[in-house]
C-alpha cells in the first residue's frame, strides 16, 4: 500500500534519507515489535518506535506509575500516578502517533506465557531490569528465531547489544553471560541509583538499531557489545563471539 499524504509528511525526513526511503518506510510501517517493559528503556524505545511510524508495539509490563518512576520513565505524566503503565503508555503513544497500533499487555512476563506473546511479533525490544526476564526474553527469541535487541542501564552505564543467535553463526545473550548470577549479587537501580537521562541515552539507542534491523540500513549489533559510560562521556564497542559451549545452542 503506498504512503497516504499524511505518511508523506510526517515521515519526510526518513523518505529523503538514502539508506531509508519509501522502500524503508513501507518496512517501518508493516513491523510489529515487542517492548518489554515499559520502564527507563521502554519508554524512549516506544515513543521513538512510534514517532518513527512502526505499525504495531506491543507493550508488556504488569506495573503501575509511581512518582519515583517519572524522573526516567518520559512516557508518562504526573497525572499518570497510579495507573497501569501499558494503559498509560498506550494512550502517549496513539496521541503521538495515531498511525500506530498498540498492544497492551498488562502482564509479567513468564515461561508460560512468553512464547504466546513473542509470536505475533517480529523483533523484541527488552528493557527489563533483572536478570531472570532478560534470560527468560533470551532463550524464548531464540526458540522462536526472533532478532532481540536488548538494553540495560545502571547508575551511570549502560549497555546495548542485538542477539540473534537463530542465524546459526552469531552469539546469544548467554554466549556472554551463560547464567544469571546468585540472587543478591547484583543490586536493581531502586538500590543503586540511574541517571534519567543515562537511560534515555540506552533506550533511543536502542530503538535506533531496532529500525537498522527493520530496515536493514547500516550494520547492527549482531555479535557486538555497545558500552557506554556517562561520567566520562565514551563509548565503546567489544566482540562477543558465538560460544560453541553455550547450553542454548549446543
Not at 54 to 77: A, E, H, K, W
Not at 86 to 99: I, W
Not at 216 to 242: C, E, H, K, N
Amino acid at each position: 500500500m503506498p504512503l497516504s499524504d499524511d505518511e508523506l509528511e510526517r515521515y519526510a525526513r526518513h523518505l529523503v534519507l538514502r539508506q531509508i526511503g519509501g522502500p524503508g518506510q513501507a518496512r517501518i510501517r508493516a513491523a510489529k515489535v515487542l517492548v518489554i517493559g515499559a520502564g527507563g528503556l521502554g519508554s524512549p524505545v516506544a515513543l521513538y518506535l512510534a514517532a518513527a511510524g512502526v505499525g504495531t508495539i506491543g507493550l508488556v509490563d504488569d506495573d503501575t506509575v509511581s512518582l519515583s518512576n517519572l524522573q526516567r520513565q518520559i512516557l508518562y505524566r504526573t497525572a499518570d500516578v497510579g495507573r497501569s503503565k501499558v494503559a498509560a503508555g498506550a494512550e502517549a503513544l496513539a496521541a503521538l502517533n495515531p498511525g500506530t497500533v498498540v498492544e497492551a499487555h498488562p502482564v509479567r512476563l513468564t515461561a508460560d506465557n512468553a512464547a504466546t506473546l513473542f509470536a505475533a511479533y517480529d523483533i523484541i525490544a527488552d528493557g527489563s531490569d533483572n536478570f531472570a526476564t532478560r534470560f527468560l526474553v533470551n532463550d524464548t527469541a531464540f526458540a522462536l528465531g526472533k532478532t532481540l535487541v536488548s538494553a540495560a542501564v545502571t547508575e551511570f552505564d549502560g549497555q546495548l547489544a542485538t542477539w540473534k543467535a537463530h542465524d546459526g553463526i552469531s552469539p546469544c545473550y548467554r554466549c556472554l553471560f551463560g547464567g544469571p548470577p546468585p540472587p543478591g549479587t547484583v543490586g536493581n537501580c531502586s538500590e543503586t541509583g540511574v541517571l534519567g537521562a543515562a537511560a534515555g541515552v540506552m533506550g533511543s539507542l536502542q530503538a535506533l538499531e531496532v529500525l537498522k534491523e527493520i530496515t536493514g540500513a547500516g550494520q547492527g549489533l549482531a555479535g557486538r557489545l555497545l558500552l557506554y559510560d556517562a561520567l566520562s562521556a565514551r563509548f565503546r564497542t567489544i566482540s562477543v563471539p558465538r560460544d560453541p559451549g553455550c547450553s542454548l545452542h549446543t
